[in-house]
């Protein structure tokens, strides 16, 4: 008799020792506080010192099924969401993807039929991690694309001007900066406005050749536009002249617009100056980050703070690195990725600590952003890649300290 009862118990035995080898499920990260909003701007190109050509595959955590080795991936361009949801795109702006489990796998979710023929890229803009919007240009007229289920499907709308800047304040109230014509240091626009989530517009300002001269100047090079509500905005970019900030502002919904004047700090003179759309937090508090290139060729970057929505602008801190982009995670956590590294500000830009130490070595920065004060993700790409057309995915739980790689994939 104990020759067949041993059977049973060896069997149960190996079946413990199976099972405890088996793969365990891959957690998805944590929920984060409160999404980042952040204005679009270029692409950082600094490649950090040392020697690395892939990262290592010991950065990866235990828990997560992946490759030896992560293999690169062909973004440029990430939005993240509290929810583990996020968005990205290629380096041309053509393809985008779509995650739902923290960056770790990511699916093509680019309308193709809608894409095919386009000029160029698209510009984009991304409510959540469920709702965007797409502009595609097509000769002087363009085509609106909306998804609000993460790309599974989307809504065509033809429209009879051209593709332009995006912003939804909501799935329903939002703008366009339509790009008409550049030339000769100017630039030709229109802004447009929707109340129904982009299947209509309504013209609230156009440039035309010839015509008087409008309240928002043809010279200079937009950047973008920022809404704080239907009709408080603002418009950003860049004109050569000395110590000037293109900074304009609308409070009837884009009809009328004014120059705000910006008082640069004491000691700055013969500057040209790249001003980035404002950040709203709140009603009343706002950021607005300028780009400050002096006479001797060194940039540098100058935060502003409004307490009044926009109508007025106090320098918050100067001197800072060039930063090719900001993150603002609310109204106290930001970062700033330039040619220098990685910094970061915990008081809402009065202080900041140096956080290069911690980037992966021997990788050029592409796109970054958080969700929160601690949530953050990077995509890099190999400096022996001059093209920097694919990248490794890094994720951050201490607010830019510390980075591992994510064994990011791209799925069917």
Same mark, same amino acid.
């Given at each position: ?7 049973? @118990? ?5 079946? /413990? $020792? /199976? ?51 992560? @293999? *690169? ?63 595609? !240009? ?6 609106? /694309? ?6 599974? +499907? ?7 001007? *051209? ?21 000769? !240091? ?11 989530? #982009?299947? +209509? ?16 100047? +043809? ?5 973008? /536009? ?8 603002? $418009? ?5 002249? =000395? ?12 009809? @009328? ?8 700090? $004491? ?14 937090? &709140? ?5 607005? %980050?300028?780009?400050?290139?002096? *006479? ?15 109508? &007025? ?5 100067? #001197? ?19 040619? &220098? ?44 890649? %001059?093209?920097? =057309? &694919? ?19 791209? $799925?069917?």
């Amino acid at each position: 008799m104990k020759k067949y009862t041993l059977i049973p @118990l060896m069997l149960l035995c190996l079946a /413990l $020792v /199976l099972s405890a080898c088996g793969p365990k499920p891959s957690p998805v990260p944590g929920a984060a506080l409160s999404p980042s909003a952040y204005p679009a701007g270029p692409q950082a190109r600094t490649a950090y010192p040392a020697s690395a050509t892939a990262p290592s595959a010991a950065l990866v955590t235990p828990e997560t099924p992946a490759p030896a080795v992560p @293999l *690169p991936i062909p973004l440029s361009a990430i939005r993240m969401f509290p929810d583990g949801q996020g968005w990205a795109s290629n380096q041309t702006q053509t393809a985008l993807y779509h995650s739902i489990d923290g960056g770790l796998t990511w699916k093509e979710v680019s309308p193709s039929a809608e894409l095919a023929g386009a000029n160029g890229g698209f510009y984009s803009f991304y409510l959540d991690g469920s709702s965007a919007w797409l502009s595609v !240009g097509r000769m002087e007229k363009s085509t609106l /694309l909306h998804s609000s289920d993460g790309g599974k +499907t989307w809504r065509s709308t033809a429209l009879d001007f *051209p593709a332009g800047y995006l912003q939804f304040l909501n799935n329903s109230s939002g703008f366009m900066l339509s790009i008409l014509d550049v030339g000769a !240091g100017s630039e030709y626009v229109a802004i447009y406005r929707t109340a129904d989530g #982009g299947q +209509t517009w309504e013209q609230r300002f156009r440039h035309e050749p010839g015509g008087e001269n409008p309240s928002l100047p +043809t010279g200079g090079l937009k950047n973008g /536009l920022a809404f704080l509500d239907t009709n408080i905005g603002s $418009v950003c970019g860049s004109e050569p002249i =000395d110590n000037y900030t293109y900074l304009f502002r609308s409070v009837d919904g884009g009809a @009328l617009w004014y120059h705000q004047d910006i008082i640069l700090p $004491v000691g700055i003179s013969g500057a040209m100056i790249e001003c980035q759309p404002p950040t709203y937090f &709140s009603a009343a508090e706002a950021v607005l %980050p300028l780009k400050v290139f002096l *006479p001797d060729g060194s940039p540098q970057t100058l935060f502003y703070h409004s307490i009044d929505g926009g109508e &007025s602008w106090s320098l918050l801190k100067g #001197g800072l690195p060039p930063a090719n982009r900001f993150v603002f995670a609310g109204a106290q956590d930001w970062w700033l990725l330039g040619d &220098s590294g990685l910094f970061r500000s915990r008081d809402g830009g009065v202080n900041w600590e140096d956080l290069t130490s911690g980037l992966p070595a021997g990788f050029t920065p592409l796109n970054f952003d958080f969700t929160d004060a601690n949530n953050g993700w990077m995509l890099l790409s190999p400096a022996s890649n %001059p093209n920097q =057309d &694919s990248s490794f995915l890094y994720r951050s739980r201490d607010g830019g300290r510390t980075w591992e790689v994510l064994p990011a994939q791209i $799925v069917n």
